[in-house]
Nanobody
């Protein structure tokens, strides 16, 4: 089985920073794109950023210049550095990864359980 476990969420004041981590574990053969989505109350889940296995990145317009996504392929881990946080960044943040497990012939998307980020004074 494959599992994604997120960490690093919490409460932060406006202007502060947080770093989210998401580690993939289990019977992993290969990981392609990894990314972060977020869902605020009453809103649809939206892409925040993603990164390919070769390091190419893609960001939502709302977080460009504010958030940075990175990954450590040796650790099967993706990170999201969030700076200058605003109350509108408050959401549950979900990690996702396209993974081919050792028991499958194709890639499928896996999701973490989500981590709450609250930006409030």
């Amino acid at each position: 089985q494959v599992q994604l476990v997120e960490s690093g969420g919490g409460l932060v004041t406006p202007g502060g920073s947080l770093r989210l981590s998401c580690a993939a574990s289990g019977s992993i053969f290969r990981i392609n794109t990894m990314g972060w989505y977020r869902q605020a109350p009453g809103r649809l889940r939206e892409l925040v950023a993603d990164i390919t296995s070769s390091g190419s990145t893609n960001y939502a317009d709302s977080v460009k210049g504010q958030f940075t996504i990175s990954r450590d392929n040796a650790k099967n881990t993706v990170y999201l550095q969030m700076n200058s946080l605003k109350p509108e960044d408050t959401a549950v943040y979900y990690c996702t990864a396209d993974i081919k497990s050792t028991s499958m012939f194709y890639f499928r998307s896996y999701w973490g359980q989500g981590t709450q980020v609250t930006v409030s004074s």
